[in-house]
């Protein structure tokens, strides 16, 4: 396989998992925080900012005046912020494009579908009163790429390439949001009846993550900020904890990277050497130091992609 | 003016005048369009549309679309598809393949000639500044021996047929000829929508293209490969023509590569794979001769492969077509294919040329000049359907325009009898209605060493305004699925 469409591939995948995360944090806050139980997270401005930290928009921070239909619209549609979803449908579709000879016919027009539904979407009715519909849209029809892709392809270097992509990409979602909704438990505390540990955000959290509900099945009791954690990094079974993520970029680079003797610096040793370090941590390490956790697994994730690129897809 | 009885062509407005490919003189469907006509009878005219939006949107979602660039911003749109196809008969087909594949070889031979022993010239058949002034004659090409000794591997012969009943052909397109994923397209479409009309007809598969193409590339391999590597280069996929590059590439199961994709080293050509280097053999190149390598070429082009064409020149690689090419499908060269024909092949022209006039020739000139409104005026050197005039829709200001155009550079021009197209029913959609549009028929072959295969299909293009005879893409025309009958 050409080693710039190696990269387009790798780019691919990852735009279509992005785009589902911001879909699904951006309509379970906007949607949770309705009815919320404390009213700072029922203040819409709490929850248009978090939407922004999370998609790393500087203006984040600031306590400047914020307009929901501007959030909204720059997050969702808007072909200026390159942040938005509109954007990263547009960059997955531009990468299948230029490796639309290896990929299957079918995979192509499900992105191409995606892609027309996005730009004829109207951010008017976006703004107004389609956010459901338009975060449903979007993350039902990433589920479908996810099929065509699995479904489709032939499971060999190309699928592997995407799969690495689709699992470093969800492990970068979905600690961005632990960071988001990190900040905002830490913010809320201390509102009425609400502890830092047993924050309404952890549910939030779950939701973000599509992760609740099993979450519910396996701990029978309602979350808080260990159990939380400890599902959405360190289970293995769940389907979108950093370990799972972790496990799969294992598998993966091992069927690209078939070579028995280890090479200390091949991203398959890497990748190898960070997935054993956290199978061996246990939530009490972590939950500790929260902060410094984020930092670390974002620049090993980092690290993985940047080795990727020299090894791979240097052209 | 006749009207006919059937649902859908109830409005049909014929003119006698026009070589209809479905009706004769008499007013009555031919034979072989009999049980279509009745099956397309069946449907009313508010079926037949929402068929067409539905083919419409199955082209437009595959991404089968090109970029229209205006002012604001650029749209995709889908290239327009008739879903009423035209149906040529085995005895008629056979005539055209024939033909087809005898020019195709007349071609090649004429190409190996020009650019080796030039005996064509010497003999005075050929005049020799033919030849040198032709913008796609490439002098590094003199001496070369291409691999399998093959110049023109794939050609699309543009044909039509006249109100005298007879194929002509209108041009040897040999360069890159392109569209030939639409037919493919069309007939996929047409499947799709109207499934059942297929049981009435045995009809040509078209799907074979890609695995005929790379099995007659190969044998053009370079000598010494065992088991030649075959890719695809495009100019990327901002092209317009991108889809078509991907879709061959994806049926031939070969890598579409860019020229960054590809480097030469001690004049092999390597591709840069995530496995480091792997040696490529044959290039089927969608690229211009002038882009293909900056070192021999145009310094400026960044789509091509620094040192390609020495490692071509050493017989290291394939590319296809060879490069210099071009210059055997110059307007000017098509009216010597009788001569170039019986030269090289000591056969007679199975199919006709269009007459053409040569504003070189003093002679010729002027009769050109004295009779524009009545002929075709053509530069030698352009493709698209650019720069053509069609001396009966001139006013008389445009007629002196054209003469001072042809004046000022008589080599550029040639000019012929004003050809009627021959005219084939074609659904309107603004109209909701079928009506009389011209076209004609695109022709692919491919030619190996020592094999050739013709497409059983082709591309019917449609000028879809009403009395245009220019059926490019590229100026507003459409196209039709072709089906060729089983004997």
Not at chain 2, 310 to 323: D, E, F, L, R, S
Not at chain 2, 333 to 350: C, D, F, G, S
Request: proline share 4%.
């Amino acid at each position: 396989m050409l080693a710039r469409v190696a990269d387009n591939l790798f780019w691919m995948g990852r735009y279509i998992e992005r785009s589902e995360h911001i879909a699904r944090y951006l309509s379970v806050n906007y949607f949770s925080s309705l009815d919320a139980p404390n009213d700072l997270s029922q203040s819409r401005p709490f929850v248009l900012r978090s939407m922004l930290f999370m998609v790393g928009e500087p203006q984040a921070d600031k306590s400047m005046d914020i307009i929901e239909e501007e959030v909204l619209f720059n997050i969702g549609l808007n072909p200026e912020s390159a942040y938005s979803i509109l954007n990263n449908v547009k960059n997955a579709r531009e990468n299948a494009n230029s490796a639309r000879d290896l990929i299957s016919t079918g995979l192509y027009e499900s992105i191409n579908k995606f892609y027309h539904f996005i730009i004829n979407y109207d951010p008017a009715v976006l703004v107004k009163n389609g956010l459901h519909d338009f975060t449903t849209n979007v993350t039902e029809m990433t589920a479908v790429l996810r099929g065509k892709i699995r479904g489709t392809l032939l499971h060999n270097e190309a699928y592997a390439i995407i799969m690495m992509g689709v699992n470093i990409e969800r492990a970068t979602q979905i600690i961005r949001m632990i960071n988001a909704k990190y900040r905002d438990a830490l913010e809320a505390q201390g509102s009425y009846g609400d502890k830092f540990s047993n924050s309404f955000e952890w549910t939030t959290l779950l939701k973000c993550a599509e992760s609740y509900d099993m979450m519910r099945r396996l701990y029978k009791k309602p979350p808080n900020s260990i159990s939380t954690l400890e599902f959405l990094i360190l289970n293995p079974n769940c389907p979108r904890s950093i370990m799972n993520s972790l496990n799969q970029v294992y598998k993966h680079i091992r069927d690209l990277d078939t070579s028995k003797h280890y090479n200390k610096n091949a991203t398959a040793f890497l990748v190898g050497k960070v997935r054993s370090e956290y199978e061996y941590k246990h939530i009490e390490e972590i939950e500790g130091d929260i902060q410094n956790f984020i930092e670390d697994i974002l620049s090993r994730l980092v690290q993985i992609s940047t080795k990727m690129e020299k090894e791979y897809f240097n052209y | 003016m006749t009207k006919i009885k059937n649902q859908i062509f109830s409005s049909y407005q014929r003119n006698p005048s026009l070589y209809d490919e479905i009706y004769d003189n008499d007013g009555n469907v031919k034979d072989v369009y009999k049980k279509l006509f009745d099956l397309y009878g069946e449907h009313s005219i508010d079926d037949y549309a929402s068929l067409n939006v539905k083919a419409r949107s199955s082209f437009f979602n595959q991404g089968i679309t090109f970029q229209v660039y205006s002012k604001k911003k650029s749209q995709e749109k889908i290239f327009p598809f008739d879903l009423f196809p035209r149906i040529i008969d085995p005895k008629e087909w056979e005539f055209i393949e024939r033909g087809a594949i005898q020019r195709s070889k007349a071609l090649n031979l004429f190409l190996w000639d020009i650019y080796h022993e030039k005996k064509i010239i010497k003999q005075g058949l050929v005049p020799m500044e033919l030849i040198s002034s032709s913008g796609n004659y490439l002098h590094q090409m003199m001496g070369v021996d291409p691999p399998g000794d093959i110049y023109n591997h794939i050609s699309g012969i543009d044909i039509i047929k006249h109100n005298d009943g007879n194929y002509y052909v209108l041009e040897d397109n040999i360069r890159c000829p392109s569209e030939v994923s639409y037919v493919i397209c069309n007939r996929t479409a047409l499947k799709r929508a109207l499934f059942g009309v297929f049981n009435h007809y045995q009809t040509h598969t078209v799907t074979d293209y890609a695995e005929n193409l790379l099995e007659l590339l190969e044998t053009t391999k370079p000598h010494g490969v065992d088991i030649p590597v075959c890719v695809v280069i495009t100019p990327g996929m901002y092209n317009s023509a991108y889809y078509e590059h991907s879709y061959l590439a994806k049926t031939m199961g070969v890598e579409l590569v860019e020229g960054r994709d590809l480097f030469v080293e001690n004049d092999f050509v390597y591709m840069k794979t995530i496995r480091g280097p792997q040696k490529v053999d044959i290039i089927y190149r969608r690229i211009d001769d002038l882009f293909i390598d900056p070192l021999e070429f145009r310094p400026d082009s960044s789509l091509g492969v620094p040192g390609l064409f020495a490692a071509y020149k050493k017989g290291n690689v394939t590319i296809a077509n060879a490069p210099g090419t071009g210059v055997a499908d110059d307007k000017a060269v098509y009216t010597y294919m009788p001569e170039i024909i019986k030269y090289y092949l000591n056969e007679e022209p199975i199919l006709n040329n269009v007459h053409t006039y040569h504003c070189s020739r003093p002679d010729e000139l002027k009769y050109v000049l004295d009779n524009i409104h009545q002929l075709v005026i053509k530069p030698v050197d352009e493709a698209g359907g650019y720069g053509i005039s069609i001396g009966n829709r001139l006013t008389k200001e445009e007629i002196e325009e054209v003469k001072k155009q042809v004046k000022s550079d008589p080599r550029r021009y040639v000019a012929q009898p004003i050809m009627s197209l021959s005219v084939h029913p074609t659904y309107i959609a603004k109209k909701e209605s079928f009506e009389q549009r011209h076209v004609d028929l695109r022709v692919f072959t491919v030619l190996g060493k020592e094999k050739e295969f013709v497409l059983k299909g082709g591309l019917t293009r449609v000028a879809l305004k009403k009395g245009n005879l220019i059926v490019n893409s590229s100026q507003g025309g459409g196209s039709k699925d072709t089906w060729v009958l089983k004997k």
